[in-house]
């Protein structure tokens, strides 16, 4: 048994109260600026940015490609007329934008004009956001069906393509989501067409959950949300199906948060609240040796359930902080934040050790550093080393002094 | 208060509604599982490596990282002392090119990597965390545990989620695993 399973049991402190309901929470995709550069451009800081994507009206314009592979036809539509089948596909495509567009208390109100192109091989780096459903990629092994890619500046000023250069540190320059045409054993149908072919995936949860990635989402351990990163079976889909009335309905309540927290609306004065704290080792002997400065429990997921529902409202990543210069502190600090103001939360801290695991997250948890290691140059006084997830600790609770 | 026939009875119908819950999920950026012999009998090559360095650069229009390995083990293909791994994302001319579901390597660490592509040249991992096998000094035992492990993955021939995988294994099990997969191949 090493030091670190002796002294597993790890005491949190916890603004909050106490709870025990398993699940955990919302990650975003995390990015260093790169301090090398000039301040102008890279603001100075070498404290993690979350990626994400300018809400001005009309900025996040989308494109899909209306070529579709018809030998083997992956994707199952109700119409069978070629205009129909793309009207069909287009009205998925507009549902799950709107899906993360109906939450309220953000800045991201809308996207742009959702347009067509008949290119086939319509993704690719070039400062278009694009979906593809008939895009041989030669990053599709067997094995991967669809995936999510996402490219974000570490300083201002850079550009992908002939798109518009980045205005902030964490831009999102150009998000493409692409879906393996060639794997015949596999379809996806539109909500119209799933009723009648049951062995097909539901395109509209499979669409909204790798637009969270789009918009900057990492996974999230709770089991009713959208960024779960575990899609549902063949004929099934994904929470509730968006109305107009509730066009987010096929989010949980911590997609909602998390959404909340990343395109902040400082018009939203409902969901201002915040809890914070620690998660630290009953002994600091369970601490990692290597690297060198971690004070607190790193990668536990911490949690807040509202006290009257027991529904999980929200959680976070916990384990780390920065301010001013950087670089971050494995301290194991946490902070949730934008969460319902006149409620009472209880909070728990889990380690990720279940159907989730740091593997999972790696973009949230694996990127919080940079040193001369990985990037030639590096200064030392604002270089660190992302220390290992623990994956082994039970919690206490200590109430805030 | 219920009786010992009862509280049992109880006990059943709250494991099997978990039971309902864990087949209601599968993996997404989405993978179809690969089984452990089909990983075996479709990479073109399998060993353990032990990471030199990563590279990111553009090609083909993206950005890659190519990761280089120095080959300490090898158990299927043909493979020189050093190889390059090629994998989607990376960093290059500030810019951060990201792909959920795709291995990272760090200098120094070792892994068991199942190979896909022409021997030779670049390769694949194939179906990204479900053909990387990371090895773990745990206690003055070596351990190793599949990147997707804890990931419930979608089995189009059964049409099933399932939530197979290698977890915290020890490392002579593994290779005896991958001995019998490697075998039944050639058989």
Redesign the interface.
């Known amino acids: 048994m090493n030091r670190r399973q002796i002294c597993a049991a790890a005491f949190a402190i916890f603004y909050g109260l106490y709870g025990a309901t398993p699940a955990s929470a919302y990650s975003f995709n995390e990015i260093v600026p790169d301090v090398r550069q000039p301040a102008s451009i890279s603001g100075g800081s070498s404290c993690p940015v979350r990626s994400h994507h300018l809400t001005t009206p009309g900025s996040i314009s989308v494109r899909w490609s209306t070529a579709l592979n018809a030998s083997p036809s992956t994707i199952i539509t109700q119409e069978q007329t070629a205009p129909g089948r793309l009207n069909e596909i287009e009205q998925v495509i507009t549902q799950s934008l709107a899906v993360w567009t109906g939450v309220t208390g953000t800045t991201l109100t809308s996207f742009g004009v959702l347009s067509r192109t008949t290119v086939a091989a319509a993704c690719g780096s070039d400062g278009i956001n694009s979906i593809c459903l008939d895009q041989p990629d030669g990053a599709f092994t067997p094995g991967v069906l669809a995936f999510t890619r996402v490219i974000t500046a570490d300083r201002i000023g850079a550009q992908v393509g002939n798109g518009p250069p980045a205005s902030e540190v964490g831009q999102i320059l150009d998000a493409d989501i692409y879906f393996n045409p060639s794997d015949w054993r596999t379809t996806f149908a539109t909500p119209a067409a799933l009723a009648a072919s049951p062995t097909s995936y539901d395109l509209s949860s499979l669409l909204s959950h790798e637009l969270g990635h789009f918009l900057g989402f990492s996974h999230s351990a709770v089991w009713s949300a959208m960024m779960y990163p575990f899609a549902p079976p063949a004929g099934a889909f994904s929470g509730l199906r968006p109305t107009l009335q509730q066009p987010d309905a096929p989010l949980g309540e911590d997609d909602r948060t998390g959404l909340r927290v990343l395109y902040p609306s400082a018009a939203d004065v409902a969901h201002t609240g915040a809890i914070f704290g620690k998660v630290t080792p009953a002994n600091p002997i369970s601490l990692p040796l290597s690297p060198p400065g971690v004070t607190g429990v790193f990668g536990a997921h911490v949690v807040a359930v509202d006290a009257n529902t027991g529904a999980v409202v929200a959680g976070t990543l916990g384990g780390w902080s920065c301010s001013n210069a950087g670089p971050a502190q494995f301290d194991g600090s946490y902070k949730i934040e934008r969460l319902s103001t006149g409620h009472s939360y209880t909070v728990y801290a889990e380690p990720l050790n279940g159907t989730v695991v740091p593997a999972q997250v790696y973009n949230a948890l694996g990127t919080l550093c940079r040193n001369a290691t990985t990037d030639a140059g590096w200064p030392p006084l604002q270089a660190c080393v992302v220390p290992e997830a623990a994956t082994s600790f039970t919690t206490r609770i200590r109430p805030a002094p | 208060m219920m009786n010992f026939v009862q509280r049992r009875r109880f006990l059943w119908k709250v494991f099997l509604v978990g039971l309902g819950?864990?087949?209601?999920?599968?993996?997404?950026?989405?993978?179809?599982?690969?089984s452990f012999r089909?990983l075996a009998q479709?990479s073109t090559a399998v060993g353990r490596f032990r990471c030199l360095s990563t590279e990111s650069k553009?090609y083909?229009?993206?950005?890659w990282t190519e990761t280089r390995f120095e080959v300490m083990e090898t158990s299927k293909g043909s493979l020189p002392e050093l190889v390059s791994v090629r994998?989607?994302?990376g960093?290059a001319?500030?810019?951060?090119?990201?792909?959920?579901?795709?291995?990272?390597f760090r200098?120094g660490e070792q892994v068991y990597l199942f190979l896909?592509g022409t021997a030779g040249g670049t390769y694949?991992?194939?179906?990204?965390?479900?053909?990387t096998f990371r090895i773990r000094r745990?206690?003055g035992i070596e351990r190793v545990t599949q990147?997707?492990?804890?990931?419930?993955i979608?089995d189009?021939?059964t049409?099933?989620?399932r939530?197979r995988g290698v977890r915290n294994i020890p490392i002579a099990i593994f290779q005896m695993k991958l001995k019998k997969a490697l075998e039944r191949e050639t058989n």
């Open positions: 819950l864990i087949a209601v999920v599968a993996n997404a950026t989405t993978f179809a599982r690969v089909e479709q553009w083909n229009g993206e950005i994998t989607m994302g960093a001319a500030g810019l951060r090119s990201r792909v959920e579901g795709v291995p990272e200098p896909y694949q991992v194939m179906g990204w965390q479900q053909g745990d206690a990147d997707s492990a804890a990931t419930l979608f189009p021939q049409r099933q989620f939530g």
